[in-house]
């Protein structure tokens, strides 16, 4: 906790927040408030004392205790080790006896269990035992290495500065002390909340400031997770699905389950090829039809998910191909597949100039420019008939064009000679 973090280190940071947070407890009703410290009694060395851990402010109101706590708080050294396991379990004895009451823990700390305890089985057994319900963990500046450690023991929660800690305490004292929840009901054709595993970005009201990130989960009980943000402001929703979809000034009420609906039906999108992809095949601009913002670029042999609904695709062949009005429909798979490209080397005995055109027999159109510097070139082009018109920069004769006539066949190679 000695380590710099932000304006401070770490223990000087904690103890200004925390101070903050008690401050705004004090007149809560109905909450009582204790303090379990570990590590700070016994130095580190020479050897880890791993029962570092005392109970230094027992349950009383939180009119009583916020001081008493923010007092000892200020007092605190970090000298010794981190014994989490311990302490959990120590807190089997902590709370006091009560009818109709919820035991929480929020945990404080910066580093991970170094006394060979295991937290994630103590947290367990004593959420078994109805001791207390699942923990809040918050880490004060945590590598992200450490979250899985502590996403078994409880709700991890990281912070990354002062402001950001700020804002976790109050996040946790409002899932922890209300009944305020949220579920986002991600609907299909048949407005049922069977959508799901998509980004949801929740932003402040009418601001570009990001509030939460979340992935939507179906629970294990077959429902649309349960979140808690905090009630205080409006959000306006973002569903990453593609296109994104948007609910706007979410009001959340207070100590109700709100649910929020948002039309999200989805199909999927496969390209493939009529042979092997080659990687240097190109990608696909999908759009949604008769618009020109471009949505994903899709590569070969991949599926992609998409909102119910018509697309323009444009795949960047030579010559381009264009596929239009194509029909995504709900929990089913369109699948386009179009021909592989053949490989047409071009070998000059110089510099010069020239392109590549289609040439039906009736109407002749450009496909790409030649490199003028290159003798020996590869272009990858779609099955069809086709022309090339040459002329070396030193020919200074027009009738000194070159000009082949010749047809490419999918997954096959080619040399034309320019000479």
Same mark, same amino acid.
């Given at each position: 906790m000695y380590a710099p973090?932000? #304006?401070?280190?770490?223990?000087?940071?904690?103890?200004?927040? !925390?101070?903050?947070?008690?401050?705004?407890?004090?007149?809560?009703?109905?909450?009582?408030?204790?303090l379990r410290c570990y590590g700070h009694t016994t130095f580190f060395k020479p050897e880890r004392n791993c029962k570092d851990s005392k109970l230094e402010v027992p349950f009383a109101t939180a009119k009583t205790n916020a001081l008493k706590i923010?007092?000892?708080?200020?007092?605190? +050294?970090?000298?010794?080790?981190?014994?989490?396991? /311990? #302490?959990?379990? =120590?807190?089997?004895?902590?709370?006091?006896?009560? #009818?109709?009451?919820?035991?929480?823990?929020?945990?404080?700390t910066d580093g991970i269990e170094e006394c060979d305890g295991n937290p994630c089985q103590v947290s367990l057994e004593m959420q078994k035992k109805g001791i207390f319900l699942r923990p809040f963990v918050i880490g004060v500046g945590l590598d992200v290495k450490f979250a899985d450690a502590f996403a078994c023991m409880g709700k991890f /929660?990281?912070?990354?500065?002062?402001?950001n800690f700020k804002s976790v305490l109050k996040l946790v004292l409002t899932e922890a002390l209300s009944q305020t929840t949220v579920e986002v009901d991600l609907l299909d054709l048949s407005k049922k909340p069977?959508?799901?595993?998509?980004? !949801?970005?929740?932003?402040?009201?009418?601001?570009?400031?990001?509030? /939460?990130? @979340?992935?939507?989960? %179906?629970?294990?009980?077959?429902?649309?997770?349960?979140?808690?943000?905090?009630?205080?402001?409006?959000?306006?929703?973002?569903?990453?699905?593609?296109?994104?979809? +948007?609910?706007?000034?979410?009001?959340? %009420?207070?100590?109700?389950?709100?649910?929020? =609906?948002?039309?999200?039906?989805?199909?999927?999108?496969?390209?493939?090829?009529?042979g092997p992809i080659s990687k240097y095949y190109p990608s696909t601009i999908v759009r949604k039809t008769g618009e020109m913002k471009t949505l994903i670029v899709q590569e070969f042999g991949k599926t992609e998910k998409l909102i119910v609904g018509k697309y323009d695709l444009e795949v960047l062949t030579l010559p381009r191909l264009y596929i239009k009005d194509v029909e995504i429909k709900q929990s089913s798979t369109n699948t386009i597949k179009i021909p592989t490209s053949g490989n047409v080397v071009f070998t000059k005995l110089g510099n010069g100039y020239g392109s590549i055109y289609t040439d039906?027999?009736? +109407?002749?159109?450009?496909?790409?420019?030649?490199?003028?510097?290159?003798?020996?070139?590869?272009? @990858?082009?779609?099955?069809?008939? @086709?022309?090339?018109?040459?002329?070396?920069?030193?020919?200074?004769?027009?009738?000194?064009?070159?000009?082949?006539?010749?047809?490419?066949?999918?997954?096959?190679?080619?040399?034309?000679?320019?000479?």
């Open positions: 973090w932000n #304006s401070n280190i770490k223990i000087e940071v904690a103890k200004k927040v !925390m101070g903050d947070f008690l401050d705004s407890l004090k007149n809560k009703p109905n909450l009582e408030l204790a923010k007092q000892r708080i200020n007092r605190l +050294e970090p000298l010794g080790t981190t014994p989490i396991a /311990y #302490s959990l379990g =120590e807190c089997l004895n902590d709370f006091t006896p009560c #009818s109709n009451c919820r035991n929480i823990v929020i945990l404080i /929660y990281d912070v990354s500065n002062e402001a069977t959508e799901t595993d998509v980004d !949801m970005t929740f932003y402040e009201a009418g601001t570009t400031a990001v509030k /939460y990130n @979340y992935l939507h989960t %179906i629970n294990h009980r077959g429902n649309p997770d349960t979140l808690v943000l905090d009630p205080d402001i409006n959000y306006d929703l973002v569903v990453h699905t593609i296109p994104p979809q +948007e609910l706007k000034n979410i009001n959340i %009420i207070k100590g109700k389950h709100n649910v929020f =609906e948002v039309d999200a039906p989805q199909g999927y999108l496969r390209l493939e090829l009529d039906t027999g009736k +109407e002749v159109n450009w496909v790409c420019n030649l490199n003028t510097t290159l003798q020996s070139e590869i272009i @990858y082009l779609q099955p069809g008939k @086709y022309k090339v018109v040459f002329r070396y920069e030193t020919a200074k004769e027009t009738l000194k064009t070159i000009e082949r006539n010749f047809e490419v066949k999918q997954n096959t190679t080619q040399t034309i000679k320019l000479f």
